[in-house]
Antibody, heavy 117, light 109 residues
């Protein structure tokens, strides 16, 4: 069964860039699946950030599109998230997820990112 | 953007009882595009139901999903102690691709 593990700094300064990586194990990122980032904050609930295919094709949430980049490294079986110009509103638990049939099937455990000086 | 409205916000029931959770969409949504998740404290959401009524792998048959128009329902036929959690519905498309309801907290009465 596929497993996903998020990693990255837990603290980011305001106006800085949030960078996270998701390592995929038990399966190949080259499979016929899309891979997503989702975040969860107390104020906004669950929010889908965007998704990527192993070819590099992406789709983003319009509300974040100007600040988000999702990339994939097939040689390392991982994908990444960058979110620029962060504010306190970007404080959340960030999850990486393997998509399935119009749903989000396998989730990582999540990593808390706090935006604070 | 399609808005998902879940009700009730909190549902207080006892083990053994039947739970009925609702998710109403602001526009017509294909039943293929509706999923349900369970989330316990400190854990990620877990996929329960996809395509409105198909159980995900390993999900007990006491969980079922149904649809009537724009009203989607998650039913837990007989509550077990481990079922008390927060439940979210999610729909697919058109933009953003995935949106979630605000959640229903199922608590022990």
């Amino acid at each position: 069964q596929v497993q996903l593990q998020e990693s990255g700094p837990g603290l980011v300064k305001p106006s800085g860039t949030l960078s996270l990586t998701c390592a995929v194990s038990g399966g190949s990122i080259n499979s016929n699946d899309w891979w997503s980032w989702v975040r969860q904050s107390p104020g906004k609930g669950l929010e889908w950030i965007g998704e990527i295919y192993h070819s590099g094709s992406t789709n983003y949430n319009p509300s974040l599109k100007s600040r988000v980049t999702i990339s994939v490294d097939t040689s390392k079986n991982q994908f990444s998230l960058k979110l620029t110009s962060v504010t306190a509103a970007d404080t959340a638990v960030y999850y990486c997820v393997r998509n399935s049939y119009y749903c989000l099937e396998f989730w990582g455990q999540g990593t808390l990112v706090t935006v604070s000086s | 953007e399609i808005v998902l409205t879940q009700s009730p916000g909190t549902l207080s029931l006892s083990p053994g009882e039947r739970a009925t959770l609702s998710c109403r969409t602001s526009q017509s949504v294909s039943s293929d595009y509706l999923a349900w998740y369970q989330q316990k404290p400190g854990q990620p959401p877990r996929l329960l139901i996809y395509t409105a009524s198909s159980r995900a792998t390993g999900i007990p048959d006491r969980f079922s999903g149904s649809v009537s128009g724009t009203d989607f329902t998650l039913t837990i036929s007989r509550l077990e102690p481990e079922d008390f959690a927060v439940y979210y519905c999610q729909q697919y498309g058109p933009s953003p691709l995935y949106t979630f309801g605000q959640g229903t907290k199922l608590e022990i009465k």
